[in-house]
């Protein structure tokens, strides 16, 4: 069973800072998916990866296979980036599992 | 184009009674998924449906149980509610399944057992 892993669990930060929240996960995996989460409950999708690095707008994450750990990095921090992130990965080898997921990170940024 | 559609937002109901929740996907996505929410468990993996064929299951009990019509439209059945069905199901979409292809979440529907 695929365990997934998140740091930290909460982080408070200053508007502008850098934010990383960091991922592991166990076994081998065909994709991670970053989701954003905020009051309320509506899931939105950032990124979904199987290698390398994607950007979005001032949102980065990254993923290294070997050692199973993706971060998603936020530039120029903004109070609109509170939300509760989450790490979704599914599994690798035949058949098409449902996600498992982090417990998530509880983001919050201060003005 | 339309986003993930769930329905209803919002349901109370009594122990004991079942419940019906539905879920449209986006226009040509085939796989539905369905999760539940709780603060305990996080996000857990119920079953995910692709073209009309339930292709994986999570742990939970038989009291829950879903199907998939040919529009790819979606419904999950809770059964004998408890308490402890309380909880956010979400439902998402993709075009082939999460596995390898971006997931779209619905809003959730927000069950509260009394």
């Known amino acids: 069973k695929n365990e997934v892993e998140q740091s930290p669990q909460n982080l408070t930060a200053q508007e502008g800072e850098f934010i990383t929240i960091n991922c592991s996960y166990s076994?081998?995996?065909?994709?991670l998916h970053w989701l954003q989460q905020h009051p309320g409950g509506g899931i939105v999708s950032l990124f979904m990866?199987?290698?390398g690095k994607k950007k979005h707008g001032r949102l980065i994450a990254t993923i290294n296979i070997q050692e199973k750990h993706s971060s998603l990095h936020i530039t120029a921090s903004h109070p609109r980036d509170s939300a509760v992130y989450i790490c979704a990965v599914g599994y690798s080898g035949g058949g098409a599992d449902g996600l498992t997921f982090g417990k998530g990170t509880h983001l919050i940024i201060q003005p | 184009k339309a986003g993930v559609t769930q329905t209803p937002r919002y349901l109370i109901k009594t122990r004991g009674q079942q419940v019906t929740l539905s879920c449209s996907p986006i226009?040509?996505?085939?796989?539905v998924s369905w999760y539940q929410q709780t603060p305990g468990q996080g996000l857990q993996f119920l079953f995910e449906?692709?073209?009309?064929?339930?292709?994986n299951k999570g742990n939970f009990p038989g009291r829950f149980s879903g199907r998939q019509f040919s529009n790819s439209r979606s419904e999950m059945n809770v059964s004998t509610l408890e308490l402890g069905d309380s909880a956010l199901y979400l439902c998402?979409?993709?075009?082939?399944?999460?596995?390898?292809?971006?997931?779209?979440f619905g809003q959730g529907t927000r069950l509260t057992v009394v």
């Open positions: 998402a979409s993709s075009l082939l399944g999460h596995s390898n292809t971006e997931a779209f």
């Open positions: 449906y692709f073209s009309e064929t339930q292709r």
């Open positions: 076994v081998g995996i065909s994709a």
């Open positions: 226009s040509g996505h085939r796989s």
């Open positions: 990866l199987s290698s």
